[in-house]
């Protein structure tokens, strides 16, 4: 038993390192797609009053900032997460014993 577990695990391991990186490519897009569709829709919100034929100039400075500020607070965000990953002790070591 214990060598179709090890064997099983390492096939795990060797994951193709081409489908790795595609799932990571396409994993990023999604995101950046999600991102953008929060961002739309949250400035959408906050700063159309009432569609027309064209933006008035506080309605494109109103998406102008809210674009820089959600971009600002989402890699604020993104930083911040980074750090708390970093400063978090690694499990498997304790784990193995």
Do not use: Y
Not at 13 to 22: E, I, M, R, S
Not at 74 to 97: C, G, M
Request: hydrophobic share 35%; charged share 25%.
């Amino acid at each position: 038993v214990d060598s179709s577990s090890s064997s099983s695990a390492a096939g795990l391991d060797a994951v193709d390192p081409q489908l790795q990186h595609f799932i990571e490519v396409e994993t990023q897009k999604q995101r950046f797609q999600q991102l953008v569709h929060q961002m739309t829709e949250l400035c959408w919100e906050k700063c159309m009053d009432k569609p027309g034929p064209k933006l008035d100039s506080r309605a494109e400075a109103c998406f102008v900032n809210c674009v820089e500020c959600f971009i600002d607070t989402s890699q604020f965000i993104l930083n911040r997460l980074e750090q708390t990953e970093k400063s978090k002790p690694v499990f498997s070591e304790s784990l193995s014993d």
